[in-house]
């Protein structure tokens, strides 16, 4: 999920704290999870909303921008989210078989692009369960239905 800031600024962006690390046993500066994507990106404790106190596993939200010393992207104008507001996607070991609808555009995308750009220029596969599944489940109905044929 990517959020506008009014007026038209610089894309909102959620995620979580990964780590913090510290000098003289005060936050200096950490690193944050990216919901939309696979990223980490670094920030310096300067970047938090006043009185944040970064701890791992805080949600928060954050304008991406270049960092001026390393030209990397880094997190800024970071504010804390309630805990439950920044959802990561899922991922499970289930097989699934699919077919191809829409080949990936070659070169189009890299890593650390956003959720949007991904489902705008990637490819995209129609997904059921494994051949094996679904022939159990046709048969099923099949069964399911004539029985309730014979009912009637």
């Known amino acids: 999920v990517v959020m506008v800031e009014r007026g038209g600024g610089l894309p909102q962006e959620r995620g979580v704290v990964l780590a913090v690390k510290e ?6 500066f950490g690193f944050i999870r990216c919901e939309a994507s696979e990223v980490q ?18 949600e928060v939200r954050f304008v991406r921008r270049a960092d001026p010393r390393t030209k990397k992207d880094a997190a800024s104008r970071i504010v804390q989210l309630p805990q439950g ?4 996607e899922a991922i499970d070991d289930v097989r699934m ?8 555009e070659p ?4 890593l650390g692009d956003s959720r949007a750009e991904k489902l705008k220029h990637g490819g995209m596969v129609r997904v059921g369960p494994p051949p094996q599944e679904a022939a159990k489940a046709a048969k099923l109905a099949e069964a399911t239905a004539a029985a309730t044929a014979k009912v009637a």
């Not at 310096?44 to 944040?52: F, I, P, Y």
């Not at 070169?107 to 890299?110: A, D, I, Q, V």
């Open 23 to 28: 000098e003289n046993g005060k936050a200096k």
């Open 41 to 58: 990106l670094f920030f310096h404790v300067s970047e938090l909303e006043r009185d944040l106190v970064p701890q791992p596993g805080c």
């Open 107 to 110: 070169g189009r995308l890299r």
């Open 97 to 104: 078989t699919g077919e191809v609808t829409r080949a990936l």
């Open 85 to 88: 507001t920044v959802r990561f």
